[in-house]
RNA sequence: GGCGGCUUCGCCAAGCGGUAAGGCCGAGGUCUGCAAAACCUCUAUCGGCGGUUCAAAUCCGCCAGCCGCCUCCA
């Protein structure tokens, strides 16, 4: 198996991932709380544990990964009431939203994808683990961690308590915690017709942090080896989580990872500053593809500044890798293993911290080569790497390129249309000539004249 | 106030002690009816100042600007 290098954001340096003689790596990554559609920092975080699990699995991994939907909430409840609607029917419209995105952006589906409302149970077990080891502590039907039983409280973000208390002089302090740092694991309710849950406290709804722990445990027990989220969550969610576990049920995920947010202007792009570009909006004019550009073509844990020019750049750079496979004659489902030094250069940089920006460059390297190659054979192989290549950071330059296209009437009518074109340029019409070639690059079909009278087309975006 | 991070070509962005990847854009050329694509060629000494070293964008110190977290957040 080979080795691999990775931050883990714990112990804060650069570590050798230690498999533990196991060629099973279990991950979680911490997935969005379904409220509203999801934005392009939604889209940097999804794809972002995409690859890294794609990435594993091709140098031989087993992974099993779990991406949970957090679908009870306070935002989500508020959402409710703004469309009158019950909360999980809010929830249920916000994650078909976010899957509709997965797909777009060809976001793998996760082995496990929990729905915190289907662990309560788990949870409740959990709390109560805590409440015997005096880790918790029960008012009236509110239920919270103490911090203080956990000693290394901090850890995940660095700071003793005493620092961490500091910080919290903006917020104001709920007299019922016995520590300000306290958090709560079950809310009780505070009006009787609230949404809510029946639990061993009264009704209530689980606190946020909890439901994460919860389903961890449920899934690996304590065998969960990477965790992972955005790095907006180290605090307090990810260290609420440490706490938490470690307290219930010992040793918790054995690696941390975090990717860095997406920025707006300098700023954070975040629902609440209004800054935001949802996926669905980017998908207007670019595509899947471009955006995954976008974000591989920085490191995963570097804030990335999101501009339109930017995403231009990505879906031009795509055009480029797709282009080096417009004239395949095999079939690229069908592709026997390879290996060459492309292959190994590239699972070399991807295997130190994931290093995707340099694995990118790789794969203009095989495009430049592929392009100059005349051997039939040898042009061939390097197509079919770089189709290997490119799916493991989870491109899909083949559909993007549209062989299938060619098969169905739409792929006809352009042929026609082409065959008329030759005509005219061979009657030297070239005004009706460039009509044609207009309207097709007016519906983003672009054309190039290939010497020998070949014509290739492709779309382009 | 505390902790963490960032500052590299016009734009985006790698690099982690050995003499600046890659993408986009741009310029010139080959090809072409023209265009596009492709190909060839060209474009930075790394925020500032000191220090360590045979050697620094890379390590240390100081300064400046910017950002994140400490409240829901990918």
């Known amino acids: 198996m080979k080795s691999i290098k990775l931050y883990d954001s714990l112990k804060k340096t650069q570590l050798d991932y230690d498999s533990c003689g196991r060629s099973t790596i279990n991950i979680y990554s911490c997935g969005p709380t379904v409220y509203d559609h999801s934005h392009i920092g939604h889209a940097r975080s999804s794809i972002t544990w995409d690859f890294i699990v794609r990435f594993l699995r091709s140098i031989g991994y087993t992974v099993v990964w779990t991406r949970n939907i957090t679908d009870i909430d306070d935002k989500i409840i508020n959402k409710s009431k703004d469309l009158k609607m019950h909360p999980d029917k809010v929830a249920r419209i916000y994650s078909h939203s976010y899957h509709e995105d997965m797909i777009n952006l060809n976001v793998d589906w996760p082995d496990y994808e929990p729905h915190a409302t289907q662990y309560l149970s788990h949870m409740y077990s959990f709390i109560e683990k805590l409440i015997k080891k005096g880790a918790a502590y029960v008012i009236d039907s509110d239920v919270y961690f103490s911090i203080a039983s956990f000693k290394h409280y901090g850890c995940l973000k660095?700071?003793?308590?005493?620092?961490?208390?500091?910080?919290?002089?903006?917020?104001?302090?709920?007299?019922?915690?016995?520590?300000?740092?306290?958090?709560?694991?079950?809310?009780?309710?505070?009006?009787?017709?609230?949404?809510?849950?029946?639990?061993?406290?009264?009704?209530?709804?689980?606190?946020?942090?909890?439901?994460?722990?919860?389903?961890?445990?449920?899934?690996?027990?304590?065998?969960?080896?990477?965790?992972?989220?955005?790095?907006?969550?180290?605090?307090?969610?990810?260290?609420?989580?440490?706490?938490?576990?470690?307290?219930?049920?010992?040793?918790?995920?054995?690696?941390?990872?975090?990717?860095?947010?997406?920025?707006?202007?300098?700023?954070?792009?975040?629902?609440?500053?209004?800054?935001?570009?949802?996926?669905?909006?980017?998908?207007?004019?670019?595509?899947?593809?471009?955006?995954?550009?976008?974000?591989?073509?920085?490191?995963?844990?570097?804030?990335?500044?999101?501009?339109?020019?930017?995403?231009?750049?990505?879906?031009?750079?795509?055009?480029?890798?797709?282009?080096?496979?417009?004239?395949?004659?095999?079939?690229?489902?069908?592709?026997?293993?390879?290996?060459?030094?492309?292959?190994?250069?590239?699972?070399?940089?991807?295997?130190?911290?994931?290093?995707?920006?340099?694995?990118?460059?790789?794969?203009?390297?095989?495009?430049?080569?592929?392009?100059?190659?005349?051997?039939?054979?040898?042009?061939?192989?390097?197509?079919?790497?770089?189709?290997?290549?490119?799916?493991?950071?989870?491109?899909?330059?083949?559909?993007?390129?549209?062989?299938?296209?060619?098969?169905?009437?739409?792929?006809?009518?352009?042929?026609?249309?082409?065959?008329?074109?030759?005509?005219?340029?061979?009657?030297?019409?070239?005004?009706?000539a460039d009509k044609i070639r207009n309207l097709l690059k007016d519906s983003n079909i672009e054309i190039k004249d290939l010497p020998n009278n070949q014509i290739k087309w492709q779309i382009k975006l």
């Open 158 to 432: 660095g700071q003793p308590v005493e620092e961490l208390e500091k910080g919290f002089g903006r917020v104001e302090p709920n007299p019922r915690k016995k520590h300000p740092l306290d958090f709560a694991l079950w809310k009780g309710v505070k009006e009787e017709n609230e949404y809510s849950f029946e639990s061993p406290w009264g009704k209530g709804r689980p606190g946020w942090h909890l439901e994460c722990s919860a389903m961890c445990d449920s899934l690996y027990g304590t065998n969960l080896d990477i965790h992972c989220g955005g790095d907006d969550l180290i605090f307090p969610h990810h260290e609420n989580e440490i706490a938490q576990s470690e307290m219930a049920s010992g040793p918790f995920a054995r690696y941390w990872l975090h990717n860095g947010m997406i920025m707006v202007n300098g700023k954070k792009m975040a629902k609440s500053d209004g800054n935001f570009i949802t996926i669905k909006e980017a998908l207007k004019t670019t595509s899947g593809n471009a955006i995954r550009f976008f974000v591989l073509n920085s490191h995963y844990r570097m804030p990335l500044n999101y501009t339109e020019e930017g995403i231009q750049a990505a879906q031009n750079g795509i055009n480029r890798l797709s282009e080096a496979l417009s004239d395949i004659n095999f079939n690229p489902y069908l592709i026997t293993s390879i290996e060459n030094d492309f292959i190994k250069e590239f699972n070399e940089v991807l295997s130190n911290d994931f290093n995707s920006p340099q694995a990118l460059a790789i794969l203009f390297k095989i495009t430049d080569t592929i392009n100059i190659e005349k051997n039939k054979n040898k042009k061939e192989e390097l197509q079919k790497t770089l189709i290997v290549l490119s799916k493991i950071l989870g491109f899909n330059l083949i559909d993007n390129n549209d062989i299938s296209l060619k098969e169905n009437t739409l792929s006809k009518l352009i042929d026609k249309l082409l065959g008329w074109r030759s005509d005219y340029k061979t009657k030297k019409e070239f005004e009706n």
